[in-house]
């Protein structure tokens, strides 16, 4: 009997040379599943080893328990503070499994082995090393801060935390996510590192505020080095204490639940930080024992560790995490960074100029597997998480259901849009933009995969590079930001900074999300304190000062953005189909598109402005303006009237006054 084919190949037909390789996908993830029901009952149950590794109380003995996988290890011992830093006194012994553990009774422990000591494991590597370690599934890892020197430290507190979001729904985040992408340690002004209290007390009202949905969590997972913004994970299933307590981040999470606000985590699974003190490289003394052997095992641009996503230990140590985070601290899904790199041999380093790129050899189909086997677990466990890839190959398939022949993300991040936008300010003048291509860059996606768009993230602002706001308007932002001056350069960059936003937001994806600040146009870049700058906290933080001054223009940005998301939550646009286009001139710079019941006028014209300008719309009728970047409260001139009526000719066309640099924003006036 012939197999259906499967869903994505029904769709795509241009994919129909290619179907064996993704059929073969497909049957490669049947196998394993199967392999995982057969082993554990279902992947839900596969992802619970962290609940067997790592350091637990057995009710049953009356005592604790660690358990530590090192294959390849000669010896291991546990020591700590509980018995002195005695580096031979408590031997680890390998149990039935193979794995090493050790029994401490609590009568016998119960005034050593407490609450906030710390710990760590000694392990006698197969290379001949001796080495001082952290445990690999370790909850808490603290810094000493005389001598710099990180260890485990025993988190037991007296009572579990007392969660309150049962309420909380993910429906409405799901369908139209408007996400706020933030970084705890630098969303405080002060020149130093904030906490999860102060993000929960001072900035989760602000994005509330805003009307964001959702927030995206960046450095959550602990890291030795706060300069690698949190990209070079050493402790898998430790927060980064350098914010605060575990029960601080839990109290955070439940908060933004309260508020309505969905919460979710950026993973790192891409890569690990090569440090073999604090992380997990050669822990067991061999190359290989999470990591690839060899070239294929680092990777030369993020000089870091590459997980070898077909050993079974490893997908088992990586699924675990998953659960562990959404389970433990409620998070509502992830945004996996670095999906490229983990997709293709070559880390995404070539030109994707051919679909056969998609599924010849340079593509490491163990990793394909880890995704369909990451989002089979989200979506089993928590049915309407959020799933992103931080993806820029356009990889087919990549938001689409396993079932269907695809990956299995809910979303994928449009990352040629930033990049478009960061060319386009650096290398051309208004007059020499192109809206052909600004039109093509904005909607270029899969059809029936969903997007998230956006003007830029954390990437466009880093150090050698700029914030939007910054490159539109550079030092005058120091000088001439004041409501009581008029400058032309400011001009320019508050109206360009508006058109960029609500274009991304209302042309590019299915989703939204803004960087931290950028609602109201941060100025400079993102820095965190390193040698090179000699340890200053100055560009790594947030200047809250600027939108609240009210004789300063940031607050009209910030206004902007208000009622910018407010439109799209009212007429839920993102939900809508993509974008039609109405109108495009490329002479006079103006783009006319209808999506949902709205209609976009874009006028990126940087002097002229135009008179009864005719464009046809999508039904007859009478048309008034809902909304226009020109009006005084959003930095604007009051050059339109938002009482006129604009009735359609024979023709269904609307005779439009159209400013330079302005959007207006157009609907059907319905008859009572």
Do not use: C
């Given at each position: 009997m012939s197999q259906k084919p499967l869903q994505i190949l029904s769709d795509e037909s241009w994919l129909e040379p290619f179907a064996p390789a993704i059929q073969s996908r497909f049957e490669r993830f049947q196998s394993a599943i199967r392999a995982i029901n057969d082993f554990s009952g279902s992947i839900l149950e596969f992802a619970r080893i962290h609940e067997y590794y790592g350091i637990h109380f057995d009710k049953i003995r009356n005592g604790w328990i660690y358990r530590e996988w090192a294959p390849a290890a000669k010896a291991l011992f546990l020591m700590g503070d509980f018995n002195w830093w005695d580096r031979n006194s408590h031997?680890?012994?390998?149990?039935?499994?193979?794995?090493?553990?050790?029994?401490?009774?609590?009568?016998?422990?119960?005034?050593?082995?407490?609450?906030?000591?710390?710990?760590?494991?000694?392990?006698?590597?197969?290379?001949?090393t001796d080495l001082d370690r952290i445990p690999a599934y370790i909850r808490r890892v603290i810094q000493d801060e005389s001598t710099h020197d990180f260890a485990g430290q025993l988190w037991f507190p007296e009572s579990e935390f007392d969660w309150s979001d049962q309420e909380f729904s993910l429906k409405e985040a799901q369908q139209m996510p408007l996400i706020y992408e933030c970084h705890v340690g630098m969303a405080q002004e002060k020149l130093g590192v904030g906490t999860y209290q102060e993000f929960e007390e001072l900035i989760l009202p602000r994005i509330k505020a805003g009307g964001y949905n959702a927030i995206q969590m960046m450095a959550v997972m602990e890291h030795p080095y706060y300069g690698s913004f949190g990209y070079h994970v050493s402790n898998f299933f430790a927060p980064s204490s350098r914010f605060g307590t575990p029960e601080e981040l839990k109290s955070l999470i439940n908060t933004a639940h309260q508020m309505g606000i969905a919460v979710i985590m950026d993973i790192v699974h891409s890569h690990a930080v090569k440090n073999v003190l604090e992380g997990l490289n050669e822990f067991d003394g061999s190359e290989d024992q999470y990591f690839h052997p060899g070239a294929r095992g680092y990777h030369e641009g993020w000089d870091s560790k590459l997980f070898n996503y077909g050993k079974w230990?490893?997908?088992q140590f990586l699924l675990s995490n998953i659960r562990y985070w959404l389970e433990e601290f409620h998070f509502d899904g992830f945004r996996f960074d670095g999906a490229t790199s983990m997709l293709y041999h070559h880390h995404g380093h070539v030109s994707f100029d051919s679909a056969e790129k998609y599924f010849d050899a340079g593509v490491d189909e163990e990793a394909v597997l880890y995704f369909q086997l990451a989002n089979t677990l989200i979506h089993g466990l928590k049915?309407?998480?959020?799933?992103?890839?931080?993806?820029?190959?356009?990889?087919?398939?990549l938001s689409r259901k396993v079932e269907d022949g695809g990956l299995g993300f809910n979303f994928r991040l449009a990352m040629g849009i930033p990049d478009f936008w960061i060319k386009t300010l650096k290398h051309k003048l208004d007059e020499q933009w192109d809206m052909f291509e600004l039109w093509h860059e904005l909607t270029n996606r899969p059809k029936r995969e969903k997007s998230i768009a956006y003007a830029e993230s954390h990437d466009q602002a880093l150090v050698g590079d700029k914030s939007i706001a910054f490159w539109l308007m550079d030092k005058e932002m120091y000088f001439s930001m004041s409501v009581l001056e008029q400058n032309l350069v400011v001009d320019r960059g508050i109206a360009l900074h508006k058109l960029i936003r609500i274009i991304t937001l209302t042309l590019g994806g299915e989703g939204y999300l803004n960087f931290i600040g950028n609602e109201f146009g941060h100025p400079e870049w993102v820095d965190f304190p390193r040698l090179g700058n000699d340890w200053s906290y100055q560009y790594a933080r947030r200047q809250w000062s600027l939108v609240d001054t009210p004789h300063l223009r940031y607050r009209q940005l910030d206004a902007w953005d208000k009622v910018m998301i407010q439109l799209a939550t009212e007429h839920q646009l993102l939900s809508s189909p993509p974008a039609e286009q109405l109108f495009l001139d490329p002479d006079k710079k103006i783009l006319a598109y209808t999506r949902g019941e709205l209609i976009f006028v874009f006028s990126f014209h940087p002097t002229e402005s135009f008179f009864g300008l005719p464009v046809r719309m999508p039904e007859a009728g009478t048309?008034?303006?809902?909304?226009?970047?020109?009006?005084?409260?959003?930095?604007?001139?009051?050059?339109?009237?938002?009482?006129?009526?604009?009735?359609?000719?024979?023709?269904?066309?609307?005779?439009?006054?159209?400013?330079?640099?302005?959007?207006?924003?157009?609907?059907?006036?319905?008859?009572?």
């Open positions: 031997p680890l012994r390998r149990n039935h499994r193979g794995d090493w553990e050790i029994f401490l009774p609590f009568e016998q422990y119960k005034h050593t082995f407490i609450h906030q000591s710390r710990i760590k494991v000694r392990v006698i590597g197969a290379n001949e230990e490893v997908q049915p309407q998480a959020i799933s992103i890839a931080e993806e820029v190959s356009g990889m087919p398939g048309y008034h303006i809902l909304l226009n970047s020109d009006e005084k409260e959003f930095g604007g001139f009051e050059r339109l009237d938002k009482s006129i009526a604009y009735p359609t000719d024979k023709d269904q066309q609307v005779h439009l006054y159209v400013p330079n640099r302005v959007v207006m924003v157009i609907k059907l006036k319905k008859m009572i």
